[in-house]
């Protein structure tokens, strides 16, 4: 085969790879194996044939698939038994990462397993128990743990996360961070005779490492932005740093990535070849300058990754870094799409699970991007012009990929880039690390060195948070749209033709206009109604869809600083359905855990109408915002043409709980009928019932599905309530073995008994309700879910209501 067939093998390999995660069910590794040794065959005996290059790329292809099948399934067998969820067990091991703090005076870190107590590390079924577990230590106000190697009494429970078509899923991260169960810490000991090998020496030692910055350099005003850019370290980054960084789409210059390493290889091979070069040519070669310069290089890129964490995405960088590094080093006259193919190729041989990595779909476009543009030109830009030539590009061709990964491209980006790149790379990097060698060599010189670093970052972070305060258009676009700017943009930066150039620049610029000036507002037009509950964990967030019109009921649950449904669930799979504008938003009461990140949706949506049992909290909560209509729970309403409302409550007098809103939604012609109770208890249910006796006698629907009061509480759903209503369905919505134990198995069993079909969202994940012909029509996230979710024996299939 020819060195062009050996990357197009290469290629084929990688999309094999990439193509496994886009399957809902793992194929069995024997057939894969067996596919790939039959093609693999076919290949070799039909390699002087027309046909052997095509059964090349289809052996490698199917290479690929089999190469990751059989990682995820090793992966996905370490399983923790269902007998040791809410148990306490007691492992021993090390900290593999750096803690970090989190909510509630916790601790949050990385461990990995060397020894279960009272449980052998398989089971007597052969099952392999989990060996990197992601914990959580409360009640830790100092944030600090007793040692690196430690023995821990450990409260556990298997992977588990929201479930919805859009958003960020928790389960996606833990499965591709190998984390295999998550818990709490009831307590922890140092242990020195835990065994410490190689990977633990080394977590040992970064761990110090980040110890020693924190002594030297924690009374800086810029430590966090320090240490997020001399080791990797993120967690003193505040909430204020990520909204800045997000507003400006400069979140890449905290992660170590191709930027970071791309920096310290051109420093290290700009010093190193100046010095050999000093030597006498006599007595070294050109070809051993290059390999020295290349070693050198290599040797500095991977003593900063190792000191950044060596976490994923500076390993990608560093793979990449070295692969382009030896193409140059051997001076290859190839087209440079073969190194970044083959640096694609080693990146997912080494770690197959890459693709589940939102940076490495933007670190492989990001340089795809600059090598069509850049590729082949004459004569160079120059810099300035260059600089705002790759900004243009990069920020056109990565909207499309961003827009499919469930992310914004926020206009702002394009100046902020453009300062602060060249900032990081000339200035702000040179700097930290010549400083931070300076302070190891020389400890009295301390005190000069930190004020640099605040004067470097600080000048940085001040030009960031002036860009994210400007105000910006928000431009607006159907995803064809996005991706012909895409296109067309990357046709201008590499088509030197000076009239397409300029007509497409134009063109481009209109509908940038277009598309960024005020417009009215609208949404989708669907033919049926449609009622989605969404997951969301211990909360609730449900909407009601008729026509071109929205209904969201209630906003879920938020932690500050930790988890908001409102960004990670309701943002965007609004987004993602094309929803603009809620008509009206149903907030039932103003507890925590169904009003969380109101703010934040008034911000992300125009908000017709807020109703709610609770006006003054909800009033409060928003600061007296005058630009929204709060209006309290009563009356009847439509929703379009198809849906009739009616709220009611039970009046003055109560609060919290029992001020939830209840709103009963009926669909007209097949009156099907649902129930949004908010958390009433049952002295409410009670009245509502005699408040609606006469409706209830009067037409009975076709299917009534109810939403349990108070997310399953043994408070709620009386029998009286479970009679009066006599539910066709009932669904919770309550969080995965949640501490409250909701729903209660005294609920579950009213509700069983008077016939109704049950579902929870910890088990479903998100459920899309609608008549079709007189029958209700349900869909259950997880059927649709990824392998590594949904798949046989994994926690979703073996979820069970009580």
């Not at 905290?254 to 970071?260: D, F, R």
């Not at 030896?326 to 083959?342: C, E, G, K, T």
């Not at 003054?616 to 209509?629: C, G």
Request: glycine share 10%.
């Amino acid at each position: 085969m020819s060195k062009h067939s050996t990357v197009l093998g290469v290629f084929a390999f990688s999309c094999g790879v990439i193509l496994l995660y886009r399957l809902t069910v793992l194929p069995a590794q024997v057939w894969l194996l067996a596919a790939a040794v039959s093609v693999g065959l076919i290949a070799f005996l039909t390699r002087r044939l027309d046909s052997g290059l095509y059964w090349f790329l289809v052996f490698g292809l199917v290479s690929g698939l089999f190469w990751a099948d059989l990682w995820a399934h090793e992966r996905l067998a370490e399983r923790l038994p269902a007998d040791l969820e809410g148990e306490t067990a007691e492992v021993s091991g090390y900290v593999c990462g750096l803690p970090s703090e989190g909510s509630f005076d916790s601790i949050r870190f990385s461990f990995c397993v060397t020894g279960w107590y009272g449980h052998s590390r398989t089971r007597s079924s052969g099952q392999p128990l989990p060996t990197t577990l992601r914990l959580a230590w409360y009640g830790q106000p100092q944030g600090r743990l007793p040692g690196h190697r430690l023995r821990l009494q450990v409260v556990l429970k298997r992977p588990h996360g929201t479930l919805n078509p859009a958003g960020f899923r928790y389960e996606d991260w833990l499965f591709r961070k190998g984390y295999r169960a998550t818990g709490s810490v009831r307590s922890a000991v140092s242990d020195s005779s835990v065994p410490c090998g190689v990977a633990c020496h080394y977590h040992d030692l970064h761990s110090r490492l980040a110890q020693w910055v924190d002594s030297r350099f924690s009374e800086a005003r810029q430590y966090p932005l320090i240490a997020s850019l001399l080791i990797g370290n993120r967690g003193h980054l505040s909430s204020a740093h990520w909204e800045t960084l997000k507003a400006t789409g400069t979140i890449h210059l905290v992660a170590i990535s191709g930027l970071h390493l791309g920096l310290v290889a051109i420093g290290a091979g700009f010093v190193a070849r100046r010095i050999l070069l000093a030597v006498p040519a006599t007595r070294i070669t050109e070809r051993s300058v290059r390999l020295g310069v290349f070693v050198i290089v290599l040797v500095c890129c991977l003593w900063y990754a190792l000191a950044a964490g060596f976490t994923v995405p500076t390993r990608r960088a560093l793979l990449m870094v070295t692969v382009g590094s030896w193409y140059v080093l051997n001076a290859r006259q190839v087209p440079v799409w073969h190194s970044l193919v083959m640096a694609l190729g080693l990146v997912l041989l080494l770690d197959p699970f890459a693709p589940l990595d939102q940076g490495f779909w933007l670190s492989f476009g990001a340089v795809s991007i600059l090598i069509c543009v850049f590729a082949g030109r004459l004569g160079g830009p120059g810099w300035l012009a260059g600089l705002l030539l790759a900004q243009g590009a990069v920020f056109a061709g990565l909207w499309p990929l961003l827009v499919q990964l469930g992310q914004g491209q926020p206009v702002a980006g394009l100046l902020a880039n453009v300062i602060a790149i060249p900032w990081v790379s000339l200035i702000v990097m040179p700097v930290l690390i010549i400083g931070a060698l300076v302070v190891a060599l020389a400890p009295s010189l301390l005190v000069f060195i930190i004020p640099i670093f605040d004067a470097v970052l600080g000048g940085l972070w001040g030009t960031l948070e002036w860009v994210a305060g400007m105000h910006w258009p928000a431009l607006n676009g159907t995803a064809l749209e996005i991706f012909a700017f895409a296109v067309v943009v990357l046709l201008i930066a590499t088509l030197p033709f000076r009239a397409f150039q300029v007509t497409a620049g134009l063109l481009v610029l209109g509908w940038a206009v277009a598309s960024g000036s005020p417009a009215e507002l609208g949404n989708p037009d669907i033919g049926e109604p449609e009622v989605t509950v969404w997951d969301v964990g211990q909360g609730l967030s449900a909407m009601v869809r008729s026509g071109d019109q929205v209904l969201l009921y209630d906003t879920g649950p938020e932690v500050k600083g930790v988890f908001s449904a409102a960004e990670s669930v309701l943002i965007p799979n609004l987004r993602a359905l094309g929803v603009q504008r809620i008509h009206t938003l149903v907030i039932s009461h103003a507890d925590n855990d169904h009003s969380g990140g109101i703010d934040l949706l008034l911000k992300a949506f125009d908000v017709g109408t807020i109703i709610t049992g609770e006006p003054t909290a909800i009033h409060a909560r928003l600061n007296n915002e005058p630009s929204v209509t709060i209006q309290g729970c009563a009356g009847e309403g439509t929703l379009g043409e198809k849906v009739s409302l009616s709220f009611w409550q039970a009046g003055p007098g109560v609060e919290g709980n029992d001020a939830s809103c209840v709103l009963t939604m009926r669909t007209n012609g097949t009156a099907a009928e649902w129930v949004f109770p908010g958390d009433i208890s049952a002295g409410i249910e009670a009245r509502y019932l005699t408040a609606v006796q006469n409706r209830l006698s009067a037409v009975q629907p076709q299917q009534r599905i109810v939403i349990a009061p108070h997310h399953g509480s043994k408070t709620s759903s009386s029998t009286r309530w479970v009679e009066g209503l006599s539910p066709d369905l009932v669904i919770y919505t309550a969080g995965y073995r949640h501490r409250y134990g909701h729903p209660h198995e005294d609920v579950t069993a009213r509700y069983r008994q008077a016939g109704a079909r049950a579902l929870n969202t910890a088990c479903s994940g998100s459920l899309v309700m609608a008549m079709a012909e007189g029958e209700l029509s349900i869909r259950e996230a997880r059927h649709t879910a990824p392998f590594w979710i949904a798949g046989p024996g994994l926690t979703r299939a073996r979820c069970k209501i009580p």
